[in-house]
């Protein structure tokens, strides 16, 4: 009857309603579920005793999160806030962040340790895996600061380090050993695996990712293999697998073996949450046979999740946890069935017949091809919804590297260990490994490159192709032999094309749009009239702006920016824009002639060269397409005022964009040129008080002000003043922190 299942099925529905809905109060309804499973129990009835099972969970899971949340994290409400001094053990090496640099601790209070992640400015000591660190820092309670993240992970104190701190060295805390094994064999990573795949193999081996640039860990996700370098069930799966083999079949064997194996391997990794919960896993899968039980998919991973749950219910928010049990519970429970209903002709059978090793590898590619399809079948919505893309080439990719990731894996583990002793003989052999990394980066390269290798699903028309995919996804997992699979790919053809015709001419067929997308505290405007697609500024959020630029044209059928201007080399105007280049075909890139003490301007004229794309300087007014015109900067010095001005029109409807300047360089644009009244204003400076002059909005009359800005933003942007302002003139106002991603079309 699994009782087991049933159970760990209530408690988790209490975890979720506790953690996602009550915030851990009302937990004496808790009480109130116990009382009704006796009821139900006293029914006598197999489905009430079901019920009563699932009720016991569901009231021992909303009084365990009362519980603990009474206990463990109301103790932390007299540190919110405060700068209070921190005695704390480094678990691992500190990480780069955009604001400076982290890492992960161990601290006491109230007599109870807790996980920390205490965030600091560049420090001449950087402390290691076991060091102590002493400082003083203000501390925010985990999951008051972003419940998705911080204590779905753990994580329940959040501190920034005021002044400087004390690192004393050669701590041996039990708690930071994995993060040092971690740390070594990293170390040996980087030493026998050449530089150019060093990164992926690290991530691939320990899921740690740093050493991989934005550009190639994006690339991983398109293609649909980012669960490669994170540190997952697949791993774990992988080391099973082989240990499988080499006892020649014998699961007893091999659980025997393998559960320690499965326990250095997640001590390994330093212990991350992902490695825990995939050892957990698969050593309940391991205890099956040893218990001479047989194995219940179902019952494992409810069995799973419930042990993570009493340890921290909070990780139920855990996007890492939900995709990890949703992929494994697709391919136990679906992956077979599927594999089962591919028909294999008599001819082609005795082919494989004939040729042992052919038929090994098709089979194994088949394998690869159904697991990827029915680890959809419950992670593509949380996919949908977390992060918004739906990835098409997976299909294709999946059964193109599994099995080079998996000798890839092993193969690596076998070496780093080895390197730990024999330097020598690991650097001897990683070159071998390094060769199958460039073949699987190879592949991803090229796959992300495809049209429509993920579809992105801020656009209507893709987000109901995502839930027709998914329909039929469904449809091949429950009923597969009933599925004729010509018959399913052409009617997923059919909706893509569909759905690409409607978003393309949807797109295209207005007179214009003009649109300012949401990256953060930058600025990037895309504008596109007649045929023509342009874009203003991209930056933001580090390499994210030009990601967010890409996929919103993507997902509207433009794989082609015809000019890309940059009004200024500001980090939060350009540092999308190398993304950008890698993501779209850019015709021109259009810059303004001045020096820039960051290197913006010598990196972006690198990237154009390594893409084709050709580079034009401002220096005089230009018009670079029909109704878009560049005014030269009014200064040639090195700040907000050498920016260039655009001015795009379509009909009788204009668009001006400032960039940054202030407002004395507003004056000497207005003095230099006759604008007309203005439908649309592109605030500048993101609303700061030096710019957005009343000059300006008395000449240019403009009916809505545009304003790109950061939520929650350091700046204080925009200003009171700017927007009294603009009040006081009749304006609309409009701003991507409140509203989003803004547009306009006619």
């Known amino acids: 009857m699994r009782k087991l299942c049933w159970f760990a099925l209530g408690f988790v529905l209490a975890v979720l309603a506790m953690?996602?809905?009550?915030?851990?109060?009302?937990?004496?309804?808790?009480?109130?579920?116990?009382?009704?499973?006796?009821?139900?129990?006293?029914?006598?009835?197999?489905?009430?005793?079901?019920?009563?099972?699932?009720?016991?969970?569901?009231?021992?899971?909303?009084?365990?999160?009362?519980?603990?949340?009474?206990?463990?994290?109301?103790?932390?409400?007299?540190?919110?806030?405060?700068?209070?001094?921190?005695?704390?053990?480094?678990?691992?090496?500190?990480?780069?962040?955009?604001?400076?640099?982290?890492?992960?601790?161990?601290?006491?209070?109230?007599?109870?340790?807790?996980?920390?992640?205490?965030?600091?400015?560049?420090?001449?000591?950087?402390?290691?895996?076991?060091?102590?660190?002493?400082?003083?820092?203000?501390?925010v309670r985990g999951e008051e600061k972003d419940d998705t993240y911080y204590s779905g992970k753990g994580v329940w104190l959040v501190g920034t380090v005021k002044g400087a701190w004390t690192v004393t060295k050669g701590g041996n805390s039990p708690a930071s050993w994995p993060g040092k094994l971690s740390a070594k064999l990293g170390e040996t990573a980087a030493r026998i695996f050449p530089a150019d795949v060093a990164g992926f193999l690290r991530g691939l081996l320990l899921g740690a990712r740093d050493?991989?640039?934005?550009?190639?860990?994006?690339?991983?996700?398109?293609?649909?293999?980012?669960?490669?370098?994170?540190?997952?069930?697949?791993?774990?799966?992988?080391?099973?697998?082989?240990?499988?083999?080499?006892?020649?079949?014998?699961?007893?064997?091999?659980?025997?073996?393998?559960?320690?194996?499965?326990?250095?391997?997640?001590?390994?990794?330093?212990?991350?949450?992902?490695?825990?919960?995939?050892?957990?896993?698969?050593?309940?899968?391991?205890?099956?046979?040893?218990?001479?039980?047989?194995?219940?998919?179902?019952?494992?991973?409810?069995?799973?999740?419930?042990?993570?749950l009493v340890a921290n219910p909070w990780a139920?928010?855990?996007?890492?946890?939900?995709?990890?049990?949703?992929?494994?519970?697709?391919?136990?429970?679906?992956?077979?069935?599927?594999?089962?209903?591919?028909?294999?002709?008599?001819?082609?059978?005795?082919?494989?017949?004939?040729h042992r090793h052919i038929g090994w590898l098709l089979r194994a590619v088949l394998s690869a091809f159904c697991c990827s399809l029915a680890s959809m079948v419950f992670s593509l919505p949380l996919t949908a919804v977390h992060f918004g893309t739906v990835s098409l080439a997976a299909l294709i990719v999946n059964p193109l590297c599994l099995w080079a990731v998996s000798i890839l894996f092993t193969g690596?583990?076998?070496?780093?260990?080895?390197?730990l002793f024999l330097p020598g003989v690991g650097a001897a052999f990683g070159w071998i490994l390094a060769w199958l990394a460039r073949y699987v980066l190879g592949v991803v390269h090229l796959a992300a490159k495809l049209p429509f290798a993920a579809v992105y699903l801020n656009s209507a028309y893709w987000a109901?192709?995502?839930?027709?995919?998914?329909?039929?996804?469904?449809?091949?997992?429950?009923?597969?032999?009933?599925?004729?699979?010509?018959?399913?790919?052409?009617?997923?053809?059919?909706?893509?094309?569909?759905?690409?015709?409607?978003?393309?001419?949807?797109?295209?067929?207005?007179?214009?749009?003009?649109?300012?997308?949401d990256v953060g505290q930058g600025q990037c405007l895309v504008y596109r009239s007649g045929g023509r697609t342009t874009v203003v500024d991209c930056g933001g959020v580090p390499d994210e702006?030009?990601?967010?630029?890409?996929?919103?044209?993507?997902?509207?059928?433009?794989?082609?920016?015809?000019?890309?201007?940059?009004?200024?080399?500001?980090?939060?105007?350009?540092?999308?824009?190398?993304?950008?280049?890698?993501?779209?075909?850019?015709?021109?890139?259009?810059?303004?002639?001045v020096e820039d003490g960051d290197g913006w301007r010598a990196r972006l004229e690198a990237a154009a060269e390594d893409v084709g794309c050709r580079v034009e300087y401002v220096r005089e007014d230009c018009e670079i397409s029909e109704g878009v015109t560049l005014f030269a900067p009014v200064s040639g010095k090195n700040d907000n005022d050498s920016g260039v001005c655009c001015l795009a029109s379509a009909g009788e409807y204009d668009i001006l964009i400032t960039g940054d300047l202030s407002k004395m360089a507003e004056y000497r644009v207005l003095a230099r040129h006759a604008l007309p009244d203005i439908?649309?204003?592109?605030?500048?400076?993101?609303?700061?008080?030096?710019?957005?002059?009343?000059?300006?909005?008395?000449?240019?009359?403009?009916?809505?002000?545009?304003?790109?800005?950061?939520?929650?933003?350091?700046?204080?942007?925009?200003?009171?003043?700017?927007?009294?302002?603009?009040?006081?003139?009749?304006?609309?106002?409009?701003?991507?922190?409140?509203q989003g991603s803004l547009t306009v079309w006619r």
């Open 19 to 139: 953690v996602l809905m009550l915030g851990g109060r009302l937990w004496w309804l808790g009480g109130i579920a116990v009382l009704l499973s006796v009821f139900a129990f006293l029914l006598r009835r197999p489905w009430a005793r079901r019920a009563a099972i699932a009720l016991l969970g569901l009231g021992f899971g909303m009084l365990w999160c009362g519980l603990y949340q009474g206990v463990f994290l109301r103790p932390l409400a007299d540190v919110d806030g405060s700068v209070v001094p921190v005695e704390a053990v480094a678990l691992e090496a500190p990480r780069e962040t955009r604001y400076g640099g982290s890492v992960l601790v161990q601290m006491e209070h109230g007599g109870r340790r807790y996980r920390a992640v205490l965030y600091f400015q560049d420090q001449t000591v950087q402390p290691e895996a076991g060091d102590h660190i002493s400082c003083n820092a203000k501390l």
């Open 211 to 308: 050493g991989m640039d934005y550009a190639q860990r994006n690339e991983l996700s398109i293609a649909g293999i980012y669960h490669a370098v994170a540190v997952s069930g697949m791993h774990v799966s992988i080391l099973f697998g082989m240990i499988l083999i080499l006892c020649g079949g014998n699961r007893r064997l091999a659980a025997a073996i393998g559960l320690p194996v499965v326990a250095f391997f997640v001590v390994m990794t330093g212990a991350a949450a992902s490695s825990v919960r995939a050892g957990c896993m698969l050593a309940l899968l391991m205890l099956a046979p040893l218990a001479g039980r047989e194995d219940d998919p179902p019952t494992s991973i409810a069995a799973v999740l419930f042990v993570l």
């Open 316 to 354: 139920i928010l855990d996007i890492g946890l939900q995709l990890s049990f949703a992929s494994t519970a697709g391919i136990l429970l679906f992956s077979g069935k599927i594999y089962r209903s591919f028909p294999v002709g008599k001819r082609f059978g005795q082919f494989l017949g004939r």
């Open 412 to 419: 690596g583990l076998v070496l780093c260990l080895a390197g």
């Open 464 to 517: 109901m192709f995502a839930v027709a995919l998914y329909g039929l996804v469904i449809l091949i997992a429950v009923r597969p032999e009933a599925v004729r699979k010509w018959e399913a790919l052409a009617a997923a053809a059919v909706c893509f094309g569909v759905c690409l015709g409607c978003a393309a001419v949807e797109y295209r067929a207005a007179e214009f749009t003009f649109t300012m997308l």
């Open 545 to 593: 702006a030009g990601e967010t630029a890409a996929r919103y044209l993507q997902s509207r059928c433009v794989f082609r920016v015809d000019d890309l201007v940059l009004t200024h080399f500001d980090s939060d105007h350009v540092n999308g824009a190398l993304q950008l280049l890698r993501r779209e075909q850019v015709g021109t890139l259009w810059l303004p002639d």
């Open 679 to 738: 439908e649309l204003l592109v605030a500048g400076h993101h609303g700061a008080k030096t710019s957005t002059s009343e000059a300006l909005l008395e000449i240019t009359q403009p009916e809505t002000v545009f304003l790109s800005v950061g939520e929650g933003n350091r700046y204080g942007h925009p200003a009171a003043e700017t927007l009294e302002t603009i009040e006081k003139y009749g304006a609309e106002v409009y701003r991507t922190d409140v």
